[in-house]
């Protein structure tokens, strides 16, 4: 087993990296630049950071006027914050002229833990989803949100990026190529076949080592961009696949679930779909590890769905 | 200090502005002729005398910007490009048609000239900020103006945009905050307090002026001294929603609505006899 990291680290350090090469990247923040890992580009390029407080609308409004002058702006908060506060700002500013402005949304899903259901994030992709020329990256480790921190940069619309404050496995190596728009097979397998996103990656990687050990052979599927879908990677998939399963940590409303679903919806005799994740729920205060179990997303309660839905 | 002859040349443009934004709206339809009227004057001082433009050249990176904060309000904004050439003047009676680059509210993507998309009002001036700030770090030096309604005042990201530019002093912004006193449905005093107005904005660091926003002199003045202001600066200007057309001025039914034909004649009736007094003066 690699070394555990968070997301966001990498984040911050890529970010970091990309501010020496891009002259005309800037990074705001709403009050949160210690634990969004922004911090690191405010004390290399104070110049290029603003941190406006707290005013996740402002933040954002301002980044579309820097966005709409030749900048390329990277806003930061929690995830729930800044496409929950700042969604009709992000619509009408961003989306609707479709201006360079990344955002990215730290500390996302159930995993942020202790400060319950106000910070948990669980309806942010479907919020960002559902808005014209809005991109929706979801990296699952540290080599990959490296990767994805340089190429939105170079994407010419919005894209709204999520991380995690909870610490996963390194999962590429270092010919691993992050392409917006690409799933990757993490995994081979005939029987099932598994997509994933963020945090989840893992667990799912996890899961289908102890299905394995019953003989059932899951495909798992990192889904990091989840706007545009790879609807390539869902056909082939419900081509091969006796079930489908998606996995995230996130409502299974709206997410990466619906995403498949609308995919799998116009494929003629696919498998079912089935979504993992959380179901029409607020979160609570816990630990990481304690919500993960109780909304079944360890890797030994998602085998074991999957076992029981297996036709 | 501005010439006579310049004032009566405004006066004239504001005339026709006023009635080319009437006749582009026309009889019988639904649309924003209060607040696209009483912003007419300031938006006339902005463009025809006031910024730094090239019509030639919407994109100009070192243009001065005005951002239309109040998006109800962009026929006025329309009528201001098209009579300057940025886009054809027959393209004026497309307005908000299936099909138009005119879009009910500015979408900067649909036409050239317009800076930012708007509608959902409140975000313009963190907009503004933005491109003030994206001037401070391009080294460029132009300045942003940013048109606000009063009404919008209730939103509060415009009072995040003001501690913001505060903060940042940005000298180079300047709001102008179209006073009409009316909203969509009734006063905006009938929903929230608004004063007092100059002491709210002097108190969150902003220099501030207040003007009668129909008078051409008072807004040129007033433009000219917010050049050499060492903070953001505030412009009150008192307006009169509908202004220019005796039954629509004052009168929050007509914020966003339709005018029948006989009043659509008096109107015109009304604002060609204004145009040729207007023209009288610049002969």
Not at chain 1, 10 to 17: D, F, I, R, S, V
Not at chain 1, 35 to 57: C, K
Not at chain 1, 121 to 141: F, K
């Amino acid at each position: 087993m690699s070394k555990m990291t968070e997301t966001r680290f990498a984040y911050g350090e890529a970010l970091l990296e990309l501010g020496a090469q891009r002259p005309t990247v800037v990074a705001l923040d709403a009050d949160l630049y210690k634990s969004t890992r922004t911090v690191l580009f405010r004390d290399a390029y104070p110049n290029r950071f603003v941190d406006v407080g707290i005013s996740e609308s402002d933040m954002v409004s301002t980044a579309a006027g820097m966005a709409a002058t030749g900048l390329i702006p990277y806003c930061n908060s929690f995830a729930i914050f800044i496409t929950g506060v700042c969604y009709m700002p992000i619509r009408t500013q961003i989306a609707y002229p479709s201006l360079p402005v990344k955002l990215i949304g730290s500390s996302a899903g159930l995993t942020q833990g202790p400060d319950g259901a106000s910070h948990q994030s669980l309806e942010d992709i479907s919020l960002m989803r559902g808005l014209p020329n809005m991109v929706v990256v979801s990296p699952a480790d540290d080599v990959e949100t490296r990767q994805a921190t340089f190429a939105i940069a170079d994407w010419p619309g919005p894209v709204y990026m999520r991380l995690g404050r909870y610490p996963v496995p390194r999962l590429f190596d270092g010919g691993y190529h992050f392409t917006i728009g690409k799933a990757t097979t993490m995994r081979e397998g005939g029987d099932v076949a598994i997509f994933a996103t963020g945090h989840t990656v893992c667990k799912v990687l996890d899961a289908a080592d102890l299905l394995a050990r019953d003989h059932i052979e899951a495909q798992v599927i990192n889904v990091s961009t989840i706007k545009p879908l790879d609807h390539e990677a869902v056909q082939a998939a419900a081509a091969r696949a006796q079930l489908l399963v998606s996995v995230e940590e996130h409502s299974i409303i709206g997410g990466l679930g619906s995403a498949i679903a609308e995919t799998v919806s116009g494929i003629a005799h696919a498998p079912r779909l089935l979504r993992l994740g959380v179901h029409d729920q607020f979160g609570e205060s816990g630990l990481a590890d304690e919500l993960l179990e109780k909304h079944r997303l360890t890797g030994k309660l998602i085998a074991e769905d999957i076992r029981q839905a297996l036709p | 200090m501005i010439t006579e002859a310049e004032l009566a040349r405004l006066r004239h443009l504001a005339a026709t502005m006023r009635w080319r934004i009437v006749t582009m709206m026309g009889a019988s339809k639904v649309h924003h002729f209060g607040g696209s009227l009483s912003s007419v004057d300031i938006i006339t001082a902005l463009y025809f005398r006031k910024m730094r433009y090239d019509p030639n050249n919407p994109r100009w990176l070192e243009r001065d910007r005005f951002v239309m904060s109040k998006g109800h309000s962009v026929p006025a904004q329309y009528t201001a490009l098209a009579m300057l050439g940025v886009f054809p003047v027959e393209e004026l009676s497309t307005l908000k048609r299936l099909g138009s680059r005119l879009q009910g509210h500015p979408a900067m993507h649909t036409i050239p000239g317009l800076e930012a998309c708007t509608g959902a009002l409140g975000e313009g001036l963190s907009y503004a900020n933005g491109i003030a700030l994206a001037g401070r770090i391009l080294g460029l030096s132009y300045r942003v103006y940013c048109l606000i309604g009063d009404g919008e005042l209730q939103e509060g990201q415009v009072w995040e945009a003001a501690m913001t530019a505060a903060k940042h002093c940005l000298a180079n912004v300047t709001a102008i905050i179209d006073r009409n006193r009316l909203k969509a449905m009734d006063e905006a005093a009938c929903s929230k307090q608004m004063d007092p107005l100059p002491e709210r904005w002097a108190s969150f660091g902003w220099a501030v002026a207040e003007i009668d926003g129909h008078d051409m002199a008072a807004i040129c003045n007033t433009l000219d001294w917010s050049d050499g202001q060492s903070q953001p600066s505030l412009i009150i200007a008192n307006t009169v929603k509908g202004k220019g057309v005796s039954f629509l001025e004052g009168q929050a039914g007509f914020h966003n609505a339709a005018i029948d034909e006989t009043q659509y004649q008096k109107a015109v009736r009304e604002l060609e006899s204004a145009l040729a007094a207007q023209g009288e003066n610049v002969r």
